[in-house]
């Protein structure tokens, strides 16, 4: 087959939502004109802004970090090393080689210096890894890119990522969570720095031929926390309607975006009026309340944030377990009874 848009070069990518195949030049050409117009449709930064790329060592991120660096913004990476065995060093060396293959030392902070990882949290805290996990990430996304004077915090989600987080979003009619669901999150008050996806049109096969083109070497494994995830059930269901309806995702996805379409504030406002949904910003654009955490300076809603609160839970049932070891070595080196 020849690429449908230079009728020249044999097509290495065929992509029925657009109806369209592509040798890897003009795919390349193709998956820039979407980025861009993610980035303009949604106004989600300028050249002028300081980008922080959350990268995980998974393909979506590091093709994220990829293509900004070529398409010349200030973009820096994050890597967040999560304390679980095996995976989390895996993929802190697949974001390493990557950084250093483009001349960049990735910004890494290690949950197990932090005294919070995954899966003693998760413990301690009595909480799944991954709702544990996606607070702390958060936590850290804000605090670093507060801290190095980041103007925007960007992630690697994709159209399959958002629609599916969509199509679950509805199904259970969540309604403060459909009203906050955006590929932009405005800076809202005093160390809370904006966040974007701007893979936002983009599905999970134009990432994978982007990063399999390039040659962009990632952790392949998913996490295996993540293994029961019914998020991924969400995705799985818009696959099998997209196979059947190409063009189904995005249709969904760009509907819900449309400024015409009225769902989102519907649902911001039935789920402010039952107490559900504190929206970020105040009828008048001021920011909402928030103040600033009482130990690390976080914003938060409370006193103390979440994630403090969190690590304060973890701190503590490590030393429990420290002290109960201790105890148990003692005894059984017959130094002391147990
Ligand atoms: P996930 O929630 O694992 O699907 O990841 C969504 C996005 O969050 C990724 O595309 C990354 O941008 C970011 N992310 C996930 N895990 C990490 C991590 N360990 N360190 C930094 N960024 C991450
Ligand atoms: Fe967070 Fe697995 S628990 S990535
Ligand atoms: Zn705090």
């Known amino acids: 087959m020849k690429c449908k848009r230079c009728r020249k070069a044999t097509a290495a990518v065929e992509l029925r939502s657009h109806n369209a195949a592509f040798c890897p030049d003009c795919f390349f050409i193709f998956f820039r004109r979407q980025v861009e117009e993610g980035i303009r449709k949604q106004r989600l930064f300028s050249r002028d802004d300081r980008i922080l790329v959350c990268v995980s060592g998974g393909k979506d991120s590091l093709v994220l970090w990829d293509e900004l660096l070529e398409m010349g913004y200030d973009a820096e990476g994050l890597y967040i090393g999560l304390g679980i065995p095996g995976y989390s060093d895996r993929s802190k060396e697949k974001v390493i080689a990557f950084a250093e293959a483009r001349g960049k030392k990735a910004i890494i902070v290690d949950l ?26 958060r936590h850290f996304f804000n605090r670093v890119a507060a801290e190095g004077n980041f103007t925007v915090v960007a992630t690697g989600h994709n159209l399959d990522d ?9 199904l259970h009619w969540q309604k403060s969570h459909i009203a906050r669901q955006h590929p932009l999150l405005a800076a ?29 070497d990632f952790v392949i494994e998913e996490c295996p926390m993540s293994e029961q995830a019914t998020s991924l059930i969400f995705k799985e269901a818009l696959s099998i309607i997209e ?8 249709a969904f996805y760009t509907g819900f975006l449309d400024p015409g379409n009225p769902v989102r504030e519907a649902m911001a406002k039935a789920a402010a009026e039952s107490g559900e949904f504190e929206p970020a910003i105040k009828d008048d654009g001021s920011p909402a309340g928030t103040h600033l955490c009482d130990r690390c300076g976080a914003p938060t809603l409370a006193q103390t944030c979440g994630y403090c609160r969190m690590k304060a839970k973890t701190v503590e049932r490590a030393a429990q377990d420290a002290a109960k070891s201790a105890t148990g070595a003692r005894a059984a080196s017959g130094k002391e009874p147990a």
């Not at 949290?121 to 702390?136: D, F, M, P």
């Not at 958002?162 to 509805?170: I, Y």
């Open 112 to 137: 197990r210096d932090e005294g919070v990882p995954i899966p003693e949290a998760a413990r301690a805290n009595k909480k799944h890894e991954c709702s544990v996990c996606g607070a702390i990430k």
């Open 188 to 216: 809202a008050g005093e160390g809370l720095v904006r966040k974007v996806k701007p893979l936002w049109r983009l599905s999970e096969q134009e990432t994978a031929s982007y990063a399999f083109l390039k040659g962009i």
């Open 243 to 250: 196979e059947r309806m190409p063009g189904s995702r995005m």
């Open 162 to 170: 958002e629609s599916g987080r969509l199509l679950g979003n509805v």
